[in-house]
């Protein structure tokens, strides 16, 4: 996972958490992010990652000292006020609390053969199609078991890359008609890049993608209106 790391003057991470988390870095340990090639100058923010279970745990329990990064307000215009981007802990937590129904156990227990049924449908595409691009086919994957579990329909994604279907799934949005799988492309490619180029970049215009990236939003809200 990825944290943001507010600069803090001469007081380390151990100090804070009574020393359950590993590692300390530079900027931690002395509050100056000045040095640091990993942090923003801008924003006084450095961005670190770890996989240590004990860490991630200590870093969950302590939302008050590792709090979303503002980088997230750029999936605002995709994702809305919605749990990914909401920063606000009290407001993350009500909504957090509607959704939790929706993630029952036995209801996530029981999307699993979907899931091992695309899993198992990418390992043969991988294999049929040889050297290929992993983040197209992840994507397709990743359209299917949205298909397949929130709208029972299989998009057929993986397919048309191995060629067994010739023709996208589309969606008739005010009589424009949208690929899928490309509006689901320039969404996800368009939310990187902002992210990406936040801290570098003036103007959100000005970053690589922008355009396809608010376009595919606008197409996505006329579909959504008219459901």
């Avoid at 860490?55 to 995709?78: A, H, Y």
């Amino acid at each position: 996972m990825s944290l943001l790391v507010p600069p803090m003057p001469q007081m380390s991470l151990p100090s804070i958490l009574s020393g359950s988390v590993n590692a300390p870095t530079h900027c931690v340990l002395t509050g100056d992010s000045s040095t640091c090639s990993g942090c923003t100058r801008a924003q006084r923010i450095c961005s670190k990652n770890t996989r240590n279970a004990e860490d991630v745990t200590q870093i969950f329990k302590n939302q008050e000292v590792f709090r979303k990064s503002p980088l997230v307000e750029v999936m605002g215009d995709w994702l809305g006020d919605g749990l990914a981007t909401q920063r606000d802990i009290a407001k993350h937590a009500n909504v957090r609390r509607l959704l939790n129904p929706a993630f029952r156990q036995d209801y996530i227990r029981g999307l699993s053969p979907v899931f091992s049924e695309v899993g198992e449908h990418l390992a043969e595409s991988m294999l049929q199609l040889g050297e290929h691009d992993i983040q197209d086919l992840a994507m397709r994957a990743t359209l299917d078991i949205i298909g397949l579990t929130g709208f029972r329909y299989g998009f057929g994604c993986l397919d048309l890359a191995t060629g067994k279907r010739s023709e996208p799934v589309t969606i008739d949005a005010n009589g424009k008609q949208l690929d899928v799988a490309k509006l689901f492309d320039q969404l996800v490619s368009g939310m990187g890049n902002q992210i990406a180029f936040a801290s570098v970049s003036p103007r959100q215009e000005w970053i690589p993608g922008f355009k396809e990236y608010k376009d595919a939003i606008a197409d996505l809200d006329k579909e959504s209106s008219g459901l």
